[in-house]
């Protein structure tokens, strides 16, 4: 086996080098993973004059993803950087008159504080923290900051071991677990005790006060009109463990830290945001009914809690982000519809409808084919958000009262103005399950010519509640590079069709969804340009899900690369970082529904599998467990079927947040396909 995994290696460097250089200077190869940027964290100045933006980049010798800030003029003029360096700056606030910008940065080596004047270019770090800010929000009076701060708690240990001489090296003591929730995917691991809690700092800088207190975590600070109070979203329930999607809005003193409780119901509510005249609250939230897939809803009330109104519920989209208008007659929000962002807007004065503003094609993060962007408005109305389509990942784009969208960056064009990508086309098409409309992309090879026969690709999206769009994909276009027909679809299940069709797959997951998926390859082979003989299926998480069911249920993939899956739902939900599967994706506790867990797992199909399966999976996904991934490559092995386990080294359950595990990524998807 590790003979195959060294060859792997060698292979790889094989395929990105063997190539005839001249021929594929046209096209996007591995190499250029390192030369993308793109830009997130969109703010634009109270003015609405200006946008600062967050530029990302990717650094070859540390091989991290890095990022500075940029401002530009709203009418693309002036477009220069703010900071420097190979570290991050991030989440850039601008004051409430505009003469200053605060952000974080991590330039001092750990992530602090940062104010920049306007006027004078000067900055200068303001905190010095022990743990990183998050949430970062101006007073009204432009006086102080609030942002929210993680606070570690000590606990003495269970134990003492009584002899241990001075000096002597002896192992490090046990760790106790006592909590639900332990570990944590991602840069955190295994979760540290304490909880994360808001401060309050002047904006001159100075020692920051802590206003929560308790064993809660509390988020998302949002100053009330007088400066007086902040609105926060927290559970703060004794069993709070326990009812994960059960956070409250409360009114906190600044002052003295006294809590009222502004919201009562099951469900989550949070995102608050203060109207310009102080008199009411805008929110998110849904009524928690157990169902897989749930829709976020905006919420207006009083300051004080009374007159709440559902304004979204008629609207079968889910909604994030919202911002008032500066009269306070309406609300601008965030949405997914049919795979792509968009940006509404809501009358106070009218029925509700949301109105479409401008489209946010968000897809702001290299490696994921689904993701969102952001935005802001300034009180003049004039609109900057990310930017995004299939040909480039993200820039920034501003849309004024006559909602005309200008776009203003482009960050990737030394890039891709010497490479040719491939051709995406949206597709819709019939499920052969019931006749249902689905929606997907295809990507062609460049310099694609329909006479030809190319190999399909079969890439399936996690979640499984989210979706792709017509927004930039690093993997997709490297593997068309390489010449394959690759397609992407939004089975059942998927979000931005409404409620109904994303709890298709409720409690009955996997399912019809593979019906649509193969619909798809169906569809395609139907143009007549690629070869039924190559088919090909790849997933990663949800997808990885999908792509390990379906070669339980057919035989007509050459290969398939199956990447940080769920094989066995039964050891998923008791292994997994997340909690509380057993409740909203299964009738229950598995030891109570063996039949139902089983019946959904791959893990019940394998004794059918002939098709050659390699296993892609981070050593340390602690949300799609690397058990899981072992279970299914022992059972292939058992059966004696072509398999093999490709273990990343470090990594969590984002393989592709580090630039060269997503080279990695490609290049042996590209290698298992390339060898049958």
């Known amino acids: 086996m590790k003979k195959l995994l060294y060859s792997f290696l060698i292979a790889i460097f094989a395929f990105v080098f063997s190539m005839d250089a001249e021929a594929q200077s046209d096209v996007l190869t591995l190499e250029n993973v390192f030369d993308l940027e793109y830009v997130s964290n969109t703010q634009i100045s109270p003015e609405g004059k200006q946008v600062v933006y967050q ?339 993200g820039d920034v784009a501003v849309a004024g009262r006559n909602r005309e969208m200008k776009r203003l960056t482009k960050v990737n064009e030394d890039l891709f103005g010497h490479k040719t990508l491939g051709e995406v086309e949206e597709i819709w098409y019939e499920s052969s399950y019931d006749g249902k409309q689905i929606q997907g992309w295809i990507v062609k090879p460049p310099n694609f010519d329909s006479d030809k026969k190319y190999p399909l690709i079969l890439e399936i999206h996690g979640g499984p509640h989210t979706n792709y769009g017509d927004r930039f994909t690093a993997e997709l276009q490297l593997m068309a590079a390489q010449g394959y027909v690759v397609v992407y679809t939004n089975p059942r299940g998927s979000t931005s069709y409404g409620k109904a069709f994303g709890n298709y797959i409720d409690k009955n997951y996997p399912s019809e969804d593979h019906d649509d998926l193969m619909s798809g390859v169906d569809a395609v082979i139907d143009k007549g340009y690629v070869d039924a003989d190559s088919l090909y299926i790849t997933g990663g998480s949800g997808g990885g899900v999908l792509s390990a069911w379906a070669i339980g249920k057919t035989d007509r993939f050459n290969a398939a690369v199956v990447a940080k899956p769920v094989i066995n739902w039964y050891s998923f939900v008791l292994t997994s970082d997340g909690s509380s599967y057993h409740k909203y994706w299964f009738p229950g506790f598995p030891w109570e529904n063996r039949d139902h867990y089983m019946d959904r797992s791959p893990i019940s199909l394998v004794g059918n599998v002939t098709t050659p399966t390699m296993l892609l999976t981070g050593e340390e996904d602690y949300r799609t467990p690397m058990s899981e991934t072992e279970q299914y490559y022992t059972a292939l092995q058992l059966q004696k079927v072509e398999s093999a386990m490709v273990r990343i080294p470090g990594s969590g359950h984002g393989i592709a947040s580090r630039p060269s595990n997503l080279m990695s990524k490609v290049a042996h998807i590209l290698e298992w396909f390339g060898n049958h």
């Open 55 to 393: 530029r990302n980049f990717m650094d070859i010798m540390e091989d991290r993803r890095r990022s500075n800030l940029w401002i530009v003029n709203t009418d693309g003029s002036r477009h220069r950087p703010l900071t420097s360096g190979n570290n991050n700056n991030f989440s850039p606030r601008w004051s409430p008159s505009g003469d200053r910008l605060v952000f974080a940065s991590t330039k001092s080596g750990s992530s602090e504080l940062y104010m920049r004047w306007m006027d004078t270019g000067e900055t200068a770090k303001i905190t010095n923290l022990t743990q990183s800010p998050g949430s970062i929000s101006w007073s009204p009076d432009g006086k102080y900051l609030a942002f929210t701060m993680f606070v570690p708690r000590d606990e003495k240990p269970m134990v003492s071991l009584p002899g241990k001489p001075n000096g002597a090296d002896w192992a490090e003591p046990a760790n106790v677990i006592d909590d639900l929730e332990y570990r944590r995917d991602g840069s955190s691991g295994f979760v540290k005790d304490g909880f994360t809690h808001v401060f309050v700092i002047p904006a001159e800088g100075g020692t920051p006060r802590q206003i929560t207190k308790g064993d809660y975590d509390h988020s998302s600070p949002e100053w009330t009109a007088d400066g007086e109070y902040l609105i926060i979203s927290s559970n703060r329930k004794e069993d709070w463990q326990y009812k994960e999607r059960d956070t409250e809005l409360y009114k906190v003193s600044v002052d003295n830290g006294e809590m009222t409780q502004l919201t009562d119901r099951r469900g989550p509510d949070y995102g608050a945001v203060v109207s310009p005249d102080g008199e009411q609250i805008v929110y998110l939230g849904y009524d928690n009914n157990m169902d897989s897939y749930q829709l976020s809803n905006a919420y207006v009330m009083n300051t004080d809690g009374s007159g709440k109104q559902a304004l979204t519920d008629n609207f079968d989209r889910s909604v994030s982000n919202v911002q008032w208008a500066e009269n306070g007659n309406g609300l601008y929000l965030q949405y997914d519809d049919e795979g792509n962002g968009k940006i509404g807007f809501i009358s106070l004065n009218g029925n509700n409808e949301v109105q479409k503003v401008a489209d946010n094609r968000g897809g702001t993060t290299i490696g994921r084919p689904y993701g969102s962007g952001s935005y802001t408005v300034a009180p003049n109305g004039n609109i900057a958000y990310t930017y995004a389509t299939p040909y480039h990942p």
